[in-house]
């Protein structure tokens, strides 16, 4: 029906920048609302960052100032800009979608997950 592929995710040294991407495909839909997750390695998966269909933006304490999620609707892409990155940073990044299909009802779609490692 809908689904989301992550792409951007990778090794950079701190104070560096990453872009993710978070393209959707497969059934019309109109976008909701999406998130960004990330989970480190032996942790629990916490909220990043939000963005409305209306551009309205919200960020955990822990990335504001620093990460930026934004939405290009004519590619059904949300992005995550991440700059200033230190290393507990470093997690798998996963992107999260809430959906109307076209042709009835919603759906909560999640992406593969992007590793990002903050390392010198």
């Known amino acids: 029906q809908v689904q989301l592929v992550e792409s951007g995710g990778g090794l950079v040294r701190p104070g560096g920048s990453l872009r993710l991407s978070c393209t959707a495909s497969g059934s019309a839909f109109n976008f909701n609302f999406a998130h960004w997750y990330r989970q480190p390695t032996g942790n629990r998966r916490d909220l990043v960052a939000t963005i409305t269909s209306g551009g309205v933006t919200n960020y955990a304490d822990s990335v504001s100032g620093r990460f930026t999620i934004s939405r290009d609707a004519a590619k059904n892409t949300v992005y995550l800009q991440m700059n200033s990155l230190k290393p507990e940073d470093t997690a798998v990044y996963y992107c999260?979608?809430?959906?109307?299909?076209?042709?009835?009802?919603?759906?909560?779609?999640w992406g593969q997950g992007t590793p990002v490692t903050v390392s010198s």
């Open positions: 999260n979608q809430d959906v109307e299909l076209s042709r009835g009802g919603g759906l909560d779609v």
